[in-house]
Every structure is written in structure tokens, then in C-alpha cells.
């Protein structure tokens, strides 16, 4: 049974913590409403209401289901909300009623390897990615495969979606991103390879821009249509950019490898401030994944551990996008590997994160990686 409570450990004074029983791998956020599905590396799905506005976080479960035989690693409510997909290691794609968690279809072996991500596209077709590179689009009323892609040679780390262009962007470890017109079978383009693993990836600008975090810590920005190489960098982030989340179409926010909640202005690039963190005052968790509430007020976070933390996000965007947001929580804390332990190996290594992190070191040896600088490190 999920607990929430509004944060006290001083980083933000909006947040609010909603604690799972078992390790949070991927949760995704309701298009309309305030409840949160959660992936746990049990194979778990649990399914929530939460007010955040509540001072207490009230929770209440819808329900709790043992959907995959191992690790679910991805979860996405569908378009409509009525509908939740999720994705495992066990390499089946499920498909589950919203309020009930009844199973609604399925696919078992849906790929030739453990799944990686999952991304509603429309009310019937959706898209997976695999470890070692597959992209599939599926027709859920028979699971029908309608398109494969094998344009990578390592895992896909997040899929991104452009409805009216009817493009889909995959980040991969392999330092490749790869567009797909879903409508063909051959690729628009495959990126020219960046020499570092692409871990995420967000489309900001009103669709002219896609920003992708990479494991060195940068920011690569592609300019739409010209995909062979990005065409500005951003460097900074002390360690790997392993989620994005737009904010706003000049800002976003960035969960890295050191456990920090970033909030990024694009155009010109900067550091606006910190939003938060997950961990405490000797360690800090990677975040795994950032996203926003339907009203936009509550951005949502997870890490390694079984706690999802949402952080108020009110004035971090300019409606009239005249003014840089204000910074949320101007936090001291120290970010860099140096100075603290990220994660406990043998935990890490136990875990699905730490699996996830072995992948990504995997993909960053066979590259030639460039090392940033990280003015990032601390903000005080």
C-alpha cells in the first residue's frame, strides 16, 4: 500500500513523497487526472490516486497486480488514460485496465531480448524498444506487429513521439539517434555517432529542437530535419543525463546520474537552478525518471529505491516566456563523484538499476568518450 507525505528534509518545501513497497523502476502520471502507475523490479504494477495538494499527500491504491515474471521496466498510461502499458524484462508487453488492473492483452515474447521502454503513439498503436537495439510498433486490438526497426546496436534507452509528423525518436547506448517516419520501413535518419551513450531525449521549441542527455553529461541539441549530427552542445552536468522532462519550450528539467533535479533554460543555454534531489546527506540516487503532471504543477521523480517524489513546480515557467523561471529551492549540495558516494556497488549491482548502469558501460566502452566540464558540480 502506497504512503505519501509532504517532504521535511528542507531541499523543497513542495514535496511530496509517495513510498511503494517494493523498488520503483519507471512509474508514468494519468494524461488527466492525479494518479500514478508504478513498474517495480518484483514484475509488480501498482496503480494510485494521490493529492498532492493535500498537505498529508493522501494516497489511495486502485490496485496491485504481479504482471511480469521478472522486471517490469517501463510503464505508460495510454492517451486516453484507460489503459496501462508496461513493458519487462521477461520480454512481454501487457496491456491493463486502468481502474481494475484486469489484463486486457498481451504479447509474450514480444522482442528477441529484454525490453527497455514502452510509448503509447496513438489509441491503438504503440511502440517498444529492447536492449539491444529492436524497435517494434504494434497494433494492440491484435497485437499485431506493423513495423520493425534494427537501426542500433545497443540498448534503447527512451523513445520520444511526434504526433502530427508522425516521427519517432530512439536514443540508444550505442551514441545513435535514430528517427523513424512510422509510416515506412526505412529510417528518415540514423545520427552520426556522438561518442557517448544517449540516455534520453525530449523535443522542445515548438518541435524544432530535440535536446538528448548523454552519459557524459551533455546536452545535445539536433535541430529537426538535420539529423546527422547535433548542432550545438552543452556541457556541464557533472555525470550522466539520465532523464529530461519538458517544462516549458525554452526549459527543462534534467535527472542525472548524481541524484540532482535540475531545472535547464535553452536559447540561450544555462543553469537556472536545482529543484531537488533524491538521497540524503552521504549519498545520492541516479534518477531514472522525470516527468509532468496533466495540470503541469507537480513534476514527479524516481530513483533507485522505492519512493516516488513529486516537487512543486509553480513559477518555473514564464507563460509569456518573456523572463527566465525563478529558481524553486537553491540547494547546497555537493554533486560530484568525488566528493560523494553516488550508490552502494553491491547494491547497484544487484539491483535492475545497477544491471541498467552495467549496459550503459557496456555501450560507453566502445565508444571514445569526451570529457565535460562540470560547472554543474554544486550550487550554492
Excluded at 498532492?52 to 497486480?65: D, E
Excluded at 513493458?87 to 488492473?101: A, E, Q, R
Excluded at 523513445?159 to 539517434?177: E, I, M
Amino acid at each position: 500500500m502506497p504512503k505519501g507525505k509532504v517532504g521535511d528534509d528542507g531541499r523543497n518545501q513542495g514535496e511530496v513523497a509517495v513510498s511503494f513497497e517494493d523498488t520503483v523502476v519507471d512509474f508514468s502520471l494519468h494524461p488527466t487526472d492525479y494518479i500514478i502507475a508504478s513498474a517495480s523490479i518484483t514484475g509488480t504494477v501498482e496503480c494510485a490516486r494521490f493529492s498532492p495538494n493535500n498537505s498529508q499527500g493522501a494516497i489511495k491504491s486502485t490496485f496491485k497486480t504481479k504482471l511480469h515474471k521478472r522486471a517490469c521496466r517501463s510503464i505508460a498510461f495510454g492517451l486516453g488514460g484507460s489503459e496501462i502499458l508496461s513493458g519487462s524484462k521477461d520480454k512481454s508487453l501487457k496491456l491493463v485496465d486502468t481502474s481494475t488492473g484486469a489484463l486486457i492483452s498481451e504479447a509474450l515474447n514480444a522482442h528477441e531480448a529484454a525490453l527497455n521502454f514502452v510509448l503509447p503513439l496513438t489509441n491503438k498503436l504503440v511502440a517498444s524498444a529492447d536492449e539491444v537495439g529492436g524497435v517494434k510498433i504494434w497494433d494492440t486490438s491484435s497485437w499485431k506487429e506493423v513495423m520493425r526497426y534494427k537501426e542500433n546496436v545497443d540498448f534503447i534507452s527512451e523513445l520520444s513521439y511526434v504526433s502530427h509528423k508522425k516521427t519517432l525518436l530512439a536514443a540508444s547506448g550505442d551514441g545513435c539517434l535514430s528517427i523513424f517516419d512510422i509510416r515506412k520501413q526505412k529510417p528518415v535518419k540514423v545520427s552520426e555517432n556522438q561518442d557517448e551513450g544517449l540516455l534520453s531525449v525530449a523535443v522542445v521549441r515548438n518541435f524544432k529542437k530535440a535536446v538528448v542527455g548523454t552519459e557524459e553529461g551533455v546536452l545535445e541539441i539536433f535541430s529537426w530535419g538535420d539529423w546527422g549530427d547535433c548542432t550545438d552542445r552543452f556541457p556541464g552536468h557533472p555525470s550522466s543525463i539520465d532523464s529530461i522532462c519538458k517544462i516549458g519550450e525554452d526549459t527543462i528539467a534534467t535527472g542525472a546520474g548524481d541524484g540532482v533535479i535540475r531545472l535547464i533554460g535553452l536559447f540561450p543555454n544555462r543553469l537556472i537552478g536545482v529543484i531537488g534531489a533524491h538521497g540524503d546527506d552521504d549519498s545520492y540516487f541516479p534518477i531514472e525518471r522525470l516527468q509532468l503532471c496533466h495540470d503541469g504543477r507537480w513534476l514527479g521523480s524516481c530513483s533507485h529505491g522505492p519512493v516516488i517524489r513529486f516537487w512543486d513546480t509553480a513559477g518555473l515557467t514564464d507563460p509569456e516566456g518573456t523572463s527566465d523561471p525563478p529558481v524553486i529551492e537553491n540547494i547546497s549540495v555537493a554533486v560530484s563523484e568525488s566528493e560523494h558516494q553516488v550508490t552502494n556497488k553491491s547494491d547497484s549491482e544487484n539491483s535492475e538499476q545497477g544491471k541498467k548502469k552495467k549496459r550503459r558501460k557496456k555501450a560507453k566502452a566502445k565508444l571514445n568518450p569526451k570529457q565535460g566540464n562540470a560547472f554543474f558540480s554544486g550550487i550554492d
